[in-house]
C-alpha cells in the first residue's frame, strides 16, 4: 500500500509521495516527481505503491500494465489512453478524465468517485467492486461492461450509456441520470 | 503494510488479509468464507497467520473459521459482547494491540449489532458492516439505526478524512467519500472539501 504518511505543510492532509515529507502539490521538486511518474506510467512494468496526488497529465497512451495500490487521488487526466490496463485497490477519487479511453480495462476495488468524467469510452471492461459514487459523467460509455457490486450512488450521469451491462449488485441509488440508457442489461438486478 | 481483498459469494463477504511484508507474520480480519484462493493469498506472499479480527459475529464474516482451524492456528480477537465456540481474546473500546509489528487500535461502534467492532490500522479502517460505500449497515429497529448514527458520528467521522474505509461488503471508500455522497450521513452536514482551495492556488 502507498505511503499513508500525511503532507508536513499545514493544513494539507494529503498523503506525500514516495519520496519527500510533502505532497505532490506542495514538493519543491515538482518536476522530478512528476518525470519519475511519467517514467512509472510509460514503462512496461507494473505500477506498485505509487502515490502522487494533484498532477496534471495529457495526450499520451499508457501500455498495458497493472496498477496496484497506487494513489493517484485529486489529478487530470486529458487524452489518455488506460486501454487494456489493470487497476487493483487503487485511488482515482476525484480527478478529472477527460476524453479518457479505458477500453478493456479490469477494476476491481478501485476508487473513482467524486470524479469528473467527459467523453470517457469504458467499453468491454471489466469493473467489479469499484467505488463511482458521486461521479459527474458526462458523453460517457459503458456498454458491455460486467459492473458486477460497483456503486455508482450519488452520482451525476448525463448523456451516459450502460448498454448490454451486467448490473447485478450494482448501486445506482440516488442518481440524477438525465439521457441515461440501460438497454440490454439487468438494471432491474440493480440497487436503485 | 500491505492489504489484500478477498471476496466469496458466499455471503457476499470481502476478507482482508494484512502484513506488514512479504514472509511476515499476518491478520485475517472476517473471514467469511475461507476457499483455495484465499489460501493461495495466503501461501503465495508466504504469510504466517498469527491473527484473526472479527468485526462482529454473524455468519457472513465468521463462517469460514472452522476450515481456517484446521490449516492454522490462529489466535481470535473479537468484541466480548458475543459468545463463541472457540478460544477468543476478548477486545474492547479504545484498545490498542500490536499485532504482527503492526499498531491496530479497537474502535467499537455498536448498531448493526451490539459487538460490532472497527479496526483501524494505520490510515485503513476496516468498519465491517457499520458503514459501507454509500449506506450504513442494517439495523433491527430505528432505535438502533440512531445509535449506529451516532456511533458513527462520534467515533469515524472524527477521524481524517482521508482514512481509507475497507468495508466488510461491496467497494473501498475513504471517509471523505461517506461523508459527501453517502445519503444516511447527509444529516451530518456538508464536508469542506480541499478541491477548491488548490484549484484556485493553480
Given at each position: ?44 512494468e ?9 498532477a ?31 487497476f487493483?485497490?487503487?485511488f ?22 467524486g ?8 467499453t ?50 440516488f ?18 | ?7 466469496s ?63 492454522y ?83 469515524i ?24 455522497f ?21
Amino acid at each position: 500500500m502507498f505511503n499513508f504518511t500525511t503532507c508536513s505543510h499545514p493544513n494539507c492532509h494529503t498523503y506525500i509521495c514516495e519520496e519527500g515529507p510533502t505532497c505532490y502539490r506542495h514538493s519543491s521538486n515538482k518536476k522530478d516527481l512528476y518525470e519519475h511518474c511519467m517514467t512509472s506510467l510509460l514503462k512496461n512494468e507494473e505500477v506498485v505503491d505509487l502515490s502522487l496526488t494533484g498532477a496534471e497529465f495529457e495526450n499520451f497512451t499508457i501500455p498495458p500494465k497493472n496498477f496496484t495500490s497506487s494513489n493517484m487521488a485529486w489529478c487530470t487526466f486529458r487524452n489518455l489512453d488506460f486501454s487494456h490496463c489493470t487497476f487493483m485497490t487503487s485511488f482515482f477519487d476525484f480527478c478529472l478524465f477527460e476524453n479518457c479511453r479505458f477500453n478493456e480495462i479490469t477494476c476491481r476495488y478501485s476508487v473513482f468517485a467524486g470524479s469528473k468524467m467527459i467523453n470517457c469510452d469504458f467499453t468491454n471492461s471489466i469493473i467489479n467492486h469499484s467505488n463511482l459514487s458521486g461521479i459527474d459523467t458526462y458523453r460517457c460509455n459503458f456498454n458491455a461492461c460486467d459492473l458486477y457490486y460497483s456503486n455508482f450512488c450519488s452520482s451525476y450521469l448525463r448523456d451516459t450509456s450502460f448498454e448490454d451491462c451486467n448490473l447485478k449488485k450494482a448501486d445506482f441509488f440516488f442518481t440524477d441520470q438525465r439521457r441515461v440508457s440501460f438497454r440490454y442489461s439487468n438494471y432491474e438486478e440493480a440497487r436503485h | 503494510m500491505r492489504i489484500y481483498q478477498h471476496f466469496s459469494v458466499i455471503g457476499f463477504c470481502n476478507t482482508y488479509l494484512i502484513g506488514a511484508k512479504q514472509g511476515s507474520d499476518a491478520i485475517l480480519i472476517d473471514p467469511g468464507h475461507v476457499d483455495i484462493e484465499l489460501i493461495n493469498l495466503i501461501e503465495s506472499n508466504e504469510f504466517k497467520l498469527k491473527y484473526v479480527l472479527l468485526t462482529h459475529r454473524h455468519t457472513a464474516h465468521t463462517a469460514g473459521l472452522n476450515t481456517l482451524f484446521k490449516i492454522y492456528q490462529p489466535t481470535i480477537f473479537a468484541s466480548g459482547f458475543s459468545a463463541y465456540e472457540y478460544p477468543v481474546t476478548t477486545v474492547q473500546d479504545h484498545e490498542m494491540l500490536n499485532l504482527c509489528g503492526l499498531d491496530v487500535e479497537v474502535i467499537h461502534v455498536p448498531g448493526h449489532s451490539l459487538d460490532s467492532m472497527v479496526y483501524k490500522i494505520d490510515h485503513a479502517l476496516f468498519t465491517g458492516d457499520t458503514l459501507m460505500c454509500g449506506r450504513i449497515g442494517t439495523t433491527p429497529g430505528y432505535r438502533e439505526q440512531a445509535l449506529l448514527l451516532q456511533s458513527i458520528r462520534q467515533k469515524i467521522m472524527s477521524l481524517d478524512e482521508n482514512i481509507l474505509l475497507f468495508p466488510g461488503h461491496g467497494t473501498p471508500s475513504k471517509i471523505r467519500i461517506e461523508r459527501m455522497f453517502n445519503h444516511a450521513l447527509l444529516e451530518l452536514g456538508t464536508i469542506e472539501t480541499e478541491r477548491k482551495n488548490w484549484r484556485e492556488d493553480e
